[in-house]
C-alpha cells in the first residue's frame, strides 16, 4: 500500500497567521501520461464529515476559499492556509488515489494560538 | 442537492453482524461509485470499501476483507455494507461517501459524505 504521511501532526496558529501542513507518499503519485498527480485534499471540522477541499492535487473544489492554497508534485505535496480563520480549525486529510487502497495520511489538527 | 443519508449503526457484540445503509439522493446515483470510510474515536480515517457504479465489482481494505460486503441497488438510489463476524476493532463511525469521478474521470475525490453512522462491537 501507498503510505501517506502529514506533517506536523498538529500546529497552533495565530489568527492571520499561515498555517502549512506537508504530505509525503511513499511513491511517486505522478501519472506520467497525463502530468496529474493522484491526490486530494479534505477538511474535517469537530463532529461533521470531511469535506473535499482540492483534488488533482490542485484543483479546487468549488466555494473553498482562495486563502487555502496548495503545491508540490510527486511525493511531496503541501496545503497553505495563508490568514487563518476561525472556521478553518479542523483536521486537514491528504488522500492518494494512484492506486488501491486510496489511503489517508494521518491527519493534521490546526488550532488557533 | 446531493444527500447521502445514513442508516443503521448502533452497538452490537463480537462476533455478530451489522448492515450499514446510506440513501442518495440528489443525483444519478448509477453513474457513480461509491465507499465506505470509517474512523475510529479519535482516530484518522481509514477507507473500507468501494462498489462499482453499477455494483458489479467491489474491493475491500484488508482489515475488513472476508467479513464485510458492499452492495448497491440503483433502483433504490441506496448503498449498503454487511458486515459480519465484527471485531472490537471495527468500532468506528462509519461513512459513505461518493465517488466524484465519472466518465473521463474530469473530477476525482470523495466529493459528498454521508453524516456517519457509529458502530460500537462490545461485549
Known amino acids: 500500500d501507498i503510505v501517506m504521511t502529514q506533517s506536523p501532526d498538529s500546529l497552533s496558529v495565530s489568527l492571520g497567521e499561515r498555517a502549512t501542513i506537508n504530505c509525503k507518499s511513499s511513491?511517486?503519485?505522478?501519472?506520467?501520461?497525463?502530468?496529474?498527480?493522484?491526490l486530494a485534499w479534505y477538511q474535517q471540522k469537530p463532529g461533521q464529515p470531511p469535506k473535499l477541499l482540492f483534488y488533482?492535487?490542485?484543483t479546487r473544489e468549488s466555494g473553498v476559499p482562495d486563502r487555502f492554497s496548495v503545491s508540490g508534485s510527486g511525493t511531496d505535496f503541501t496545503l497553505t492556509i495563508s490568514s487563518l480563520q476561525a472556521e478553518d480549525v479542523a483536521v486537514y486529510y491528504c488522500?492518494?488515489?494512484?492506486?488501491?487502497?486510496?489511503?489517508f495520511g494521518q491527519g493534521t489538527k490546526v488550532e488557533i494560538k | 442537492q446531493v444527500q447521502l443519508v445514513q442508516s443503521g449503526g448502533g452497538v452490537v457484540q463480537p462476533g455478530r453482524s451489522l448492515r450499514l445503509s446510506c440513501a442518495a439522493s440528489?443525483?444519478?446515483?448509477?453513474?457513480?461509485?461509491m465507499h465506505w470510510v470509517r474512523q475510529a474515536p479519535g482516530k484518522g480515517l481509514e477507507w473500507v470499501a468501494v462498489?462499482?457504479?453499477?455494483?458489479?465489482?467491489?474491493d475491500y481494505a484488508d482489515s475488513v476483507k472476508g467479513r464485510f460486503t458492499v452492495s448497491r441497488d440503483n433502483s433504490k438510489n441506496t448503498l449498503y455494507v454487511q458486515m459480519n463476524r465484527l471485531k472490537t476493532e471495527d468500532t468506528a463511525v462509519y461513512f459513505c461517501?461518493?465517488?466524484?469521478?465519472?466518465?473521463?474521470?474530469?473530477?476525482?475525490?470523495?466529493?459528498?459524505w454521508g453524516q456517519g453512522t457509529l458502530v460500537t462491537v462490545s461485549s
Open positions: 461517501a461518493r465517488d466524484a469521478c465519472t466518465f473521463g474521470c474530469a473530477k476525482e475525490g470523495f466529493d459528498h
Open positions: 440528489g443525483f444519478i446515483f448509477g453513474n457513480h461509485a
Open positions: 462498489v462499482s457504479y453499477d455494483g458489479l465489482n467491489q
Open positions: 511513491e511517486n503519485i505522478l501519472y506520467s501520461s497525463n502530468n496529474k498527480n493522484y
Open positions: 488533482w492535487a490542485s
Open positions: 488522500q492518494q488515489y494512484f492506486r488501491p487502497p486510496r489511503t
